[in-house]
């Protein structure tokens, strides 16, 4: 299936993929996205978007299909579909 892919505020991860982009991959989750893009792209974007512990940072958000932010905790849940809109996002925050 094929997933469009946006990049929004993380410079080093438009870099390395484009700021939009279009991945194909098997059925799967936002974690499974995850992970192929980090199997894909190799330790540099495993640098950009995990953490010590091998999770998404926690600095950066997901977003599918403008519906909202997805919950970390459902990330291997939140199953993906052909079409579908990925957006990796920075967290920002102020105050």
Request: no cysteine; glycine share 10%; aromatic share 4%.
């Amino acid at each position: 299936m094929k997933i469009q892919v946006e990049s929004l505020g993380l410079p080093t991860l438009s870099k390395l993929i484009g700021r939009k982009t279009e991945l194909e991959m098997a059925d799967g989750t936002v974690a499974d996205l995850i992970t192929h893009i980090v199997n894909r792209l190799g330790q540099q974007a495993r640098k950009i978007l995990l953490d010590e512990k091998g999770e998404l940072d926690m600095t950066i958000q997901v977003m599918v299909n403008d519906e909202g932010f997805v919950p970390r905790e459902q990330y291997s849940r939140r199953s993906l579909k052909e079409g579908d809109q990925v957006k990796f996002m920075l967290l920002v925050g102020g105050g």
